[in-house]
Nanobody, 113 residues
């Protein structure tokens, strides 16, 4: 059974940075395309970024140039480095394993002064 556990969320001031982590178990992590999604209150869940098994990346227009997705296959972990955070980035952030259609439980990110 695939398990994904996110961490690294928190409260940060506008312009600040956070690094989210997603630790995977129960899967052949290196073979999976991984992604980060987010869901703000009263809004639909949206794709933030994806990274393939060969580390090709795709970003939503709203985060391009500010966020960076990466992976460490030796640690079965995918990361999301978030810089230049703005209040509109406030959401619960979820990790997803596309190959196994698995989701993490989410980690809250709040950007406020």
């Amino acid at each position: 059974q695939v398990q994904l556990v996110e961490s690294g969320g928190g409260l940060v001031q506008p312009g600040g940075s956070l690094r989210l982590s997603c630790a995977a178990s129960g899967s052949i992590f290196s073979a999976s395309t991984m992604g980060w999604y987010r869901q703000a209150p009263e809004k639909q869940r949206e794709l933030v970024a994806t990274i393939t098994r060969t580390s090709s990346t795709i970003y939503a227009d709203s985060v391009e140039g500010r966020f960076t997705i990466s992976r460490d296959n030796a640690k079965n972990t995918v990361y999301l480095q978030m810089n230049g955070l703005q209040p509109e980035d406030t959401a619960v952030y979820y990790c997803r394993d596309f190959m196994n259609n698995a989701w993490g439980q989410g980690t809250q990110v709040a950007v406020s002064s």
